[in-house]
């Protein structure tokens, strides 16, 4: 596989997420991304664009179709207040949203409502895209894993991807979600017995989690090759500046 580069383009949000862990500022232009999408690719390299919500710009959706790339990264807030981008989305050849769904913790984290998102789902997938949901395991929810589970196949969702909250960004001043090892180990296990019951969802755990007690991942973390970033994989924010992946972006790295 050709190595991978996240193209950050833009910090731009309509939506102040308390768990959010990306802490560039700036934007790069869409004429600019494209020019940046189409000479890493002369050097052999998939680009993958990413945002903070790159819907508040069409003018990137040029991009997708230059990088080949046929998903997009949304919090649904626009697709629910103007259903003509969905109209849009499919001129550029985008066929999957990743919808962020914080069960649980939605309003804790002041992320999109469950019930906005959830009405998002329901329309994309009567359109005919696949959506994929992002959904954050913190502290207060990690014993939830079953009904976020439960919820997600009942708005239609293709796919499920727990993430782990990190302290980085935003994250920083609300560490009090972080989860400790018993709560990862706790959250595996609802993982495992939650893909029995859910066959039609597939659900993930995000490689942050760690490797998986007995999995090939504890295998590889321990000859040091678990972690992919910097390796065949790194992350350009706006300002040109160069990280293993997106959680190593910061002053520090």
């Known amino acids: 596989l050709p190595p991978r580069v996240v193209l950050m383009v833009s910090s731009e949000c309509n939506a102040k997420c308390k768990h959010c862990y990306l802490p560039y500022q700036g934007s790069r232009s869409p004429e600019d991304t494209l020019d940046a999408v189409l000479k890493l690719q002369e050097a052999g390299h998939k680009v993958i664009i990413a945002g903070s919500e790159n819907l508040l710009n069409p003018s990137y959706f040029a991009c997708y179709q230059a990088a080949g790339q046929n998903h997009i990264l949304t919090n649904g807030l626009l697709l629910h207040k103007d259903k003509s981008l969905y109209q849009e989305l499919e001129k550029a050849g985008i066929k999957s ?8 913790v939605d309003n804790e984290l002041n992320c999109v409502p ?16 696949r959506v994929e949901l992002n959904s954050i395991v ?10 976020v589970c439960k919820n997600a196949a009942k708005y239609g969702a293709d796919a499920l991807y727990f993430g782990r909250f990190v302290p980085l960004g935003r994250g920083k001043d609300n560490a009090h979600l972080k989860l400790n090892e ?4 706790e959250t595996f296990r609802q993982i495992s017995e939650a893909r029995s019951h859910h066959q039609l969802l597939k659900i993930f755990a995000d490689g942050h989690f ?10 590889l ?15 350009i924010d706006p300002g040109n500046n160069v990280y293993g992946c997106p959680f190593t972006m910061g002053p520090e790295h």
Not at 97 to 104: G, P, Q
Not at 182 to 185: G, K, N, P, Y
């Open 210 to 219: 760690g490797p998986r007690p007995g999995s090939l991942g504890e295998i």
């Open 114 to 129: 469950e019930k906005i998102v959830g009405e998002v789902i329901m329309e994309a997938k009567k359109r005919g895209f």
């Open 182 to 185: 018993s709560m990862v180990s």
């Open 138 to 147: 913190t502290s207060k929810n990690y014993f939830h894993i079953q009904e």
């Open 221 to 235: 973390a321990k000859n040091n090759r678990y972690c992919p970033a910097g390796i065949w994989i790194a992350t």
């Open 97 to 104: 949203l990743e919808l962020s769904l914080h069960f649980e």
